[in-house]
Structure formats: structure tokens, C-alpha cells
């Protein structure tokens, strides 16, 4: 835009007031471009010019990108924590968790024919270790995938695969083969009879809920393995006969 005014505006730099000298006439040039954009220019009645940037626009849509790249980043940390957790916890319940489940079953094993040792909890680990896991691992890993099937083949692929562990415990030595054959024959005929043994538990497991957990670890849980180890060997002599 043009005035007419005292002299010429040399150079201008954003927020900076220049005074205007002696001339007939002064056109005001400002390079939009040059400048980043919109500008803001006013002229006092004393010839002063002040320019100023006009940045809420640009400083609106740098902080939207800034903050899209950040939930970006934080999204990809997020979900990178959550798959090394999941991997971590399969990998415990695995190598560790699964061992474990297998010396407590003999620890209860034991005490149906003599009186047990704690040392019999370390026997997943102790005898025929990889063995172990790798069987304990495609038992959990079929149920996962026949429960994916509408659940209903899931459960009675628990109640088929419940002696697997029992096996392992009489027999260190057994195949992953011949423990899921060996478990199959055994709960043939009696998956059914093992899940009404579970619901006998309901009121017990009710009670504990009612006593914080205390009267299932003092009471329930030894009940409940001593109770499944005694159908294994029922069921063991059954099939020896």
C-alpha cells in the first residue's frame, strides 16, 4: 500500500518501529514471502511504522504437527512395551511357571503313597527339563488354539490333556507323543466325570473368595490337588487293569 509521508523504509524487521523522513512520497514495500507470511503494519500519526508478524495461524498448525509426532512416538513406545511385557510373560510362564505347576502335582503325587518332600516341588526342573517344557508348551498352546473354536472344543481339550502332567511326573522319561496319547486313552469316557469334580469345588472357592484367599491357600488348593492326584491314580489303575 501506498502514503505519502517524510521519506523511505529502508528495512523493516518483525516487532521493529522506523521512523519516516523528509520525502514527497513513500510507498511501503513488504515482502510477504520474505517475511513468513501475514504481516501486521501500522503507522502512527508521527510518521512511526511498526510491523509486526502475525504467527498464531503457523504457531496453531506447528504445535497440531508437534503434537501428532509426539502421540505417534508415544503410541509406538506404548505398543512396544506392551509386546516386550506379553513376551516376557509367556516366557516366564513357560521356563518357569509350568516347571513349577509340574513339582507341586508331584509334590501331591507323592503324599497319595508316602509322605511328600519340598524338594519334590523343584521336580520339573530336575528331571528331563527341556522335555518337560516342550510338552507342558503345546498342551497350553492346543488349548489356546481349540479354544479359539468356540470355546467348547477348548474345554474338553483341557479335560482330554488334564493326566499330561501326572505322566510326566510317574514317567520323566515320556515323549510328548506318548503323554498326549497316554492322557486321550485315560480321560476317554471320564472328561465329564473330571468336570463335575471341578464344580464340587464351587462352594470352596466361594468360601475362600470370602476369607481374602486365606482359606484357599490353607485349605482349598491342597484339598483340590490332592483330590486331582487321586483321580490320576484311579484312573492310572483303571487303565493298568
Not at 62 to 76: F, L, T
Amino acid at each position: 500500500s501506498g502514503f505519502r509521508d517524510r521519506s523511505v523504509i529502508n528495512e523493516t524487521n518483525d516487532g521493529d518501529v522506523v521512523n519516516v523522513g523528509e520525502d514527497d512520497e513513500c510507498n511501503l514495500v513488504v515482502n510477504a514471502e520474505e517475511n513468513g507470511g501475514n504481516l501486521i503494519v501500522t503507522v502512527d500519526d508521527e510518521g512511526y511504522v511498526s510491523v509486526e508478524q502475525a504467527r498464531e495461524e503457523y504457531s496453531t498448525e506447528i504445535d497440531n504437527e508437534a503434537a501428532g509426532a509426539a502421540a505417534v512416538i508415544v503410541g509406538v513406545f506404548i505398543t512396544l512395551a506392551v509386546l516386550v511385557g506379553v513376551a516376557v510373560a509367556v516366557a516366564y510362564d513357560i521356563l518357569v511357571v509350568n516347571p513349577l505347576s509340574l513339582g507341586f502335582k508331584k509334590f501331591y503325587l507323592k503324599t497319595q503313597d508316602e509322605p511328600a518332600e519340598i524338594s519334590n516341588i523343584g521336580y520339573g526342573f530336575d528331571n528331563n527339563y527341556k522335555n518337560n517344557i516342550k510338552t507342558l508348551f503345546f498342551r497350553d498352546l492346543y488349548i489356546i488354539l481349540w479354544t479359539l473354536l468356540f470355546i467348547i472344543p477348548g474345554i474338553v481339550k483341557f479335560y482330554e490333556y488334564r493326566m499330561i502332567p501326572y505322566l510326566l511326573c510317574d514317567n520323566p522319561g515320556m515323549t510328548k507323543e506318548e503323554a498326549f496319547a497316554k492322557s486321550k486313552a485315560m480321560m476317554k469316557g471320564n472328561k465329564f466325570k473330571a468336570f463335575l469334580l471341578d464344580l464340587s469345588f464351587i462352594g470352596w472357592d466361594i468360601l475362600s473368595g470370602l476369607t481374602l484367599g486365606f482359606l484357599g491357600v490353607f485349605y482349598v488348593e491342597p484339598y483340590r490337588h490332592s483330590t486331582r492326584a487321586a483321580l490320576y491314580k484311579e484312573l492310572m489303575g483303571s487303565s493298568a487293569a
